[in-house]
């Protein structure tokens, strides 16, 4: 729900947008709009992010140019004992994006990171089964108690959300 009690909606910027860590040591830029925005309620993502869920970008690997710093690499291994290159700040630590471990090309950008996050409406919340009790999302996102089989469903919601097909 929006502040104002209805749906949450948003319009999408004029690409090329920007972003970076809490520090200011990297800085990136990201070419085109997600294919989906989403929320990730599992608990490695509530360690990670020192909060209730972190906020996911499907982005293409090419669309995400960093422009000034360095990330580090560290390996961190999910529940499912995959494990997911995570790309962080090597000075403040902030993690920026998150590779998959099926090597898709994509990658999964932070968007807490990006210096505008006003638009940004997820489409689906992903492991609700350990949800905060108190978390409601908007009426219509996509929920799952586990990640999903198959991203398309999000994908085809956030897209329709957005007006982009």
């Not at 070419?31 to 509530?46: E, F, G, K, S, W």
């Not at 700040?89 to 994509?106: L, N, Q």
């Not at 905060?132 to 999302?137: E, I, K, N, P």
Request: proline share 6%.
């Amino acid at each position: 729900m929006g502040r104002d009690g209805g749906a949450a909606m948003a319009n999408l910027p004029d690409f090329p947008v920007h972003g970076g860590c809490a520090c200011g040591a990297v800085r990136y830029r990201l070419i085109r709009a997600p294919y989906a925005v989403y929320t990730c309620h599992c608990t490695d993502c509530q360690t990670l992010t020192a909060s209730v869920f972190s906020l996911n970008g499907v982005v293409q690997a090419e669309d995400l140019e960093i422009v000034s710093g360095e990330l580090t690499m560290w390996l961190r291994t999910a529940e499912s004992g995959a494990r997911i290159p995570q790309h962080v700040c090597g000075h403040c630590g902030v993690r920026i994006f998150t590779e998959p471990p099926d090597g898709s090309g994509t990658q999964t950008l932070r968007l807490g990171t990006l210096d505008d996050t006003s638009w940004l409406v997820p489409s689906a919340a992903i492991f609700m089964k350990s949800a905060q009790l108190w978390v409601r999302m908007p009426e219509g996102t996509l929920l799952y108690d586990q990640g999903p089989a198959d991203f398309m469903p999000i994908i085809a919601k956030w897209r329709e959300m957005m007006g982009l097909g």
